[in-house]
């Protein structure tokens, strides 16, 4: 069974501190791996990646894939209170666009 | 622009009754996908449409649920026979190519059957 699963669940830290998020995954067909932070409704896209040992880099935010190992993580340093949201990830399927998420991770960054 | 677009945004309906939710892709976005949200869960997938293609359906949990896409552009995801299981935030998203690029999310529709 096609599976994606992220940890921790949830993240309490304070304003200034460097979190890393994990998500694994064990799928078919695999195609990409996306990450998306959702603050109220709408998850809105933060990284796609596709190849191993590549990082992306935006501002504080960076994220790298291993293929070999099945998973990523996702990094932000500095951390805001604005950075307090549901880190979302998720596995793209390469013969559909279905994406498989896994459960989340609840961000909360304390000033 | 005008990003992806769902409607209503919050529907309370009794168990039982039949419900419509809407979708409006951004323009041109060939690709449209439904997801559903439980509480504290992350997104589920429901069902795939790319271009005139025949949709993906593999993740809609049962037939009460159905969805179609008139014209290559707004979908409608109908749930029959609700019940107080289906409530959930409905979320849609859509993407200019089917199964390569980023997909960008609407605001949802928030469901409670009651």
Redesign the interface.
């Given at each position: 069974e096609d599976k994606v699963v992220q940890s921790p669940l949830s993240l309490v830290v304070h304003e200034g501190d460097t979190v890393t998020l994990n998500c694994s995954y064990e799928v078919t067909n695999f195609r990409s791996l996306l990450w998306y932070k959702q603050e109220k409704k709408a998850p809105t896209f933060l990284f796609m990646l596709t190849s191993s040992g590549i990082e992306k880099k935006s501002g504080r935010l960076s994220s790298i894939l291993d293929k070999k190992e099945l998973f990523s993580i996702l990094n932000i340093t500095a951390t805001q209170t604005g950075d307090s949201a549901i880190y979302l990830c998720a596995v793209l399927f390469s013969n559909t666009g279905k994406l498989i998420f896994g459960q989340g991770t609840t961000l909360q960054v304390k000033p | 622009g005008a990003g992806?677009s769902q409607s209503p945004s919050n529907k309370v309906t009794e168990k039982g009754k039949d419900v419509e939710l809407r979708c409006d892709p951004i323009s041109g976005h060939t690709?449209l996908?439904w997801?559903r949200q439980s509480l504290g869960?992350?997104?589920?997938?429901l069902i795939?449409f790319?271009g005139n293609s025949a949709p993906?359906k593999?993740?809609l949990p049962s037939d009460r649920f159905s969805a179609e896409r008139t014209g290559g552009s707004v979908s409608t995801l109908t749930i029959q026979r609700t019940q107080q299981e289906d409530s959930a935030?409905y979320?849609c998203a859509s993407?200019n190519a089917?199964?390569?690029t980023?997909?960008?999310?609407?605001?949802?529709t928030?469901l409670t059957v009651t």
């Open positions: - | 992806v690709a996908y997801y869960q992350g997104l589920e997938f795939y790319q993906d593999s993740g935030v979320l993407s089917g199964g390569s980023q997909q960008y999310f609407g605001p949802g928030r």
